[in-house]
């Protein structure tokens, strides 16, 4: 006996996790681009995105559940149901070191101007690096 139900949730489901693959493939590129061109307001982007990746790995999460408890899947379903679970946890995580690399590129840009504008330590008065 089939469940048209269960099988169109887990469709879904896995539709969703597909999204959240790419939504943290896109956050990871916007990330380094954001490094490498030092541009804050992509960086900011990726943080504000995270927002959209968290609130589908929840849904898959709290989705996934009740679809356990209520339909006992067996077999393949079962092992799609295991992948998604833990799939989504992993391109979660993947958005979140997406954040961090993005929060890396405004502090290193941030360094970088005050290093250019100091010069380094060889171009500094020796008053600056000697005892007096």
Do not use: C, W
Request: charged letters at 20%; proline letters at 5%; zero cysteines.
């Amino acid at each position: 006996m089939t469940r048209p139900h269960f099988h169109e949730e887990l469709e879904k489901m896995e539709l969703r996790l597909l999204a959240l693959g790419e939504l943290a493939s896109n956050a990871v590129q916007r990330a380094v681009d954001a490094n490498l061109e030092h541009d804050d307001d992509v960086a900011e982007g990726v943080i504000a995105g995270d927002d959209e990746i968290d609130a589908i790995y929840l849904e898959l999460d709290q989705g996934m559940l009740p679809l356990l408890a209520l339909q006992a899947p067996v077999a393949a379903d079962l092992r799609l149901v295991s992948v998604i679970m833990h799939s989504s946890l992993h391109l979660e995580r993947i958005g979140d070191q997406a954040v961090n690399v993005a929060k890396v590129s405004s502090v290193s840009f941030n360094f970088s101007n005050i290093y250019f504008s100091i010069g380094t330590p060889t171009e500094l008065p020796h008053s600056v690096h000697e005892p007096s």
